[in-house]
């Protein structure tokens, strides 16, 4: 199986500022034929399913903010949001789906400091 | 608007059985590609298994394989997992989930609210 590992498990960031999240893939993720990364990160606030953010690894979903971005390629990948806002805090996952089992990262907790 | 909702939660004891439901609407359901995540509250994500557009192909983590059946029926709109020799840590909140439209290897886009699903004597 793909182990997945974020850090930190938690962040706290002033409002306005930069926060990072980073995963990690224990195998590349990098399909070479299109050049895709099959990665994708989730938000999920309290009491609410995880919503898509980022599917392959830098293309954001309709309607998110362009605060939010997602970079990285092969094994290493970061989620950032340009400038926190109270709606940001949140569980952040990333998840692989390169093969079966999909795994995720353990997630990252992000709070304003 | 596309919707999915669980139901079929509830306490089970060990051993026992639990077949949870996700009904979908709003989009071309018999299309897609649909999976069951679980989640101990407080905890992270895992996924548990998924099923083609058809119902002719179906994966498991291993955690369940044996013991889970996922399944559909593409006239009712209706998602299943069938949840047989139930253990304590399969309890969970258990998320049905869409998969972006592909070839089985992509993201989740929708997901449901989730039901519970407790094991306990």
């Known amino acids: 199986d793909i182990v997945m590992t974020q850090s930190p498990d938690s962040l706290a960031v002033s409002l306005g500022e930069r926060a990072t999240i980073n995963c990690k893939s224990s195998?590349?993720?990098?399909?070479?034929?299109?050049?895709?990364?099959?990665l994708v990160w989730y938000q999920q606030k309290p009491g609410q399913p995880p919503k898509l953010l980022i599917s392959?690894?830098?293309t954001r979903e309709s309607g998110v903010p362009d605060r939010f971005s997602g970079s990285g390629s092969g094994t290493d990948f970061t989620l950032s949001i340009s400038s926190l806002q109270p709606e940001d805090v949140a569980v952040y996952y990333c998840?692989?789906?390169?093969?079966?089992?999909?795994?995720f990262g353990q997630g990252t907790k992000l709070e304003i400091k | 608007e596309v919707q999915l909702v669980e139901s079929g939660g509830g306490l089970v004891q060990p051993g026992g059985s639990l077949r949870l439901s996700c009904a979908a609407s709003?989009?071309?359901?018999?299309?897609?590609?649909l999976h069951w995540v679980r989640q101990v509250p407080g905890k992270g994500l895992v996924w548990v298994s998924r099923?083609?557009?058809?119902?002719?192909?179906?994966n498991y983590a291993d955690s369940v394989k044996g013991r889970f059946t996922i399944s559909r029926d593409n006239a009712k709109n209706m998602l299943y997992l069938q949840m047989n020799s139930l253990r304590a840590e399969d309890t969970a909140v258990y998320y049905c989930a869409r998969a972006c439209p592909g070839d089985g290897y992509t993201p989740f886009d929708y997901w449901g609210q989730g039901t519970l699903v407790t094991v306990s004597s």
């Open positions: 392959w690894a830098s």
């Open positions: 709003g989009f071309t359901f018999r299309s897609y590609w």
């Open positions: 998840q692989q789906y390169w093969n079966v089992p999909y795994t």
């Open positions: 099923i083609n557009s058809d119902g002719s192909t179906t």
């Open positions: 195998q590349s993720l990098l399909y070479s034929s299109n050049n895709k990364n099959f």
